[in-house]
């Protein structure tokens, strides 16, 4: 098993990142975005773990979805880091929570990046024809598909970092999907990876 490749970023799109984490340390005490025992390394446990999942999209996507955003993993370092990998893409957060809906859309103000947050149920918001969908510690796998399939356009890439369970996951969600499935190991935290999958569709 590979791990995913590392992303490299300017100093500008690191300070960037460090505005979004001065913001997070912020707000976090108010509204819970992490938990307060990963806050005090933002950067390894979450910027780090977010960035190495990029390198795994498809060149040059055109819409970039993220599903049940929370804080922003990964789909707020995503929108940060492509404004300069990945220019022409955008980023669209979905998230239910009204709070964390103004926390992200503060976030992309303080950092003038390019993104959007749609405030509303995955269920129910309308369908985003997304090229590549993430999601983070959101739902099993099995679920997950269900909410790609919705939000995915044809041949979508799905990117979802997964824990030290991924693989009963993987059994599980094959009982009802079909779909390749390549997973990386993650540099950041052992026994978890990130399932790059695609030709996702129903037995």
């Known amino acids: 098993m590979r791990f995913a490749p590392k992303v490299d970023v300017s100093r500008e799109t690191t300070e960037r990142l460090q505005t979004y984490v001065a913001l997070l340390e912020k707000w976090?005490?108010?509204?819970?975005?992490?938990?307060?025992?990963?806050?005090?390394?933002?950067?390894?446990?979450?910027?780090?773990?977010?960035?190495?999942?990029?390198?795994?999209a498809p060149l040059n996507w055109k819409k970039w979805v993220d599903l049940g955003s929370g804080g922003g993993f990964p789909g707020l370092v995503v929108a940060i880091a492509a404004n300069e990998i990945n220019p022409q893409g955008r980023v669209v957060l979905v998230e239910s929570d009204q709070r964390k809906c103004a926390f992200l859309r503060t976030v992309i103000r303080e950092t003038s990046v390019d993104a959007d947050v749609v405030s509303g149920r995955i269920e129910s918001v309308e369908p985003q024809g997304a090229d590549v969908i993430s999601a983070r510690a959101l739902a099993d796998l099995s679920t997950l598909l269900g909410y790609a399939e919705r939000h995915g356009a044809k041949g979508f890439t799905g990117l979802f970092p997964k824990g030290a369970t991924w693989e009963k996951e993987l059994f599980h969600a094959r009982q009802a999907w079909e779909f390749s499935c390549e997973p990386y190991r993650s540099e950041t935290e052992e026994k978890s990876v990130i399932l790059r999958i695609e030709g996702v569709a129903r037995v």
């Open 28 to 56: 976090n005490p108010r509204i819970n975005l992490v938990s307060k025992s990963t806050l005090a390394d933002a950067w390894g446990r979450h910027i780090r773990d977010s960035l190495q999942i990029i390198s795994l």
